[in-house]
């Protein structure tokens, strides 16, 4: 049920910047979503044809790419991906430790949007 006010807060932000730019139609939004967050991609879909209805992006298509989840080791300040399914038992692939910071994975923006 989380989607439903992300959704509302992505629908705002482009008829905003729809109506800045002189946009007829919206065909397409292309968002970001990490592989953390708990946003369902069917669902964000639903409540977007659901809300936009009688709006200028009424039968957009969302494209959703999947941001990995990467972190940061604070010891070595190595960088790494992590598969969400194996999240368990991390540890830096370069020294060892498990001390780390989320660099990237739970975020959700909008990259771009298809108009006319």
Known sequence: MHELPV???????????ARMNGVSRVHA?????????DLED???????????KGTLAEGAKL???RIPVVFRCTSCRTDF??????????????????DFTLVSGREYYIKDMEAQ
């Open 42 to 52: 069917e669902w964000i879909q639903q409540y977007f044809d659901y809300l936009s």
């Open 81 to 98: 991906e992590v598969d969400v399914r194996k999240m368990k038992d991390i540890l830096c692939p370069e020294c060892g430790k498990k």
């Open 29 to 37: 939004i292309n968002l970001a979503v990490g592989k953390l967050s």
């Open 7 to 17: 959704t509302q807060s992505i629908l705002e932000v482009v008829l905003r910047h």
């Open 63 to 65: 494209n959703i790419e």
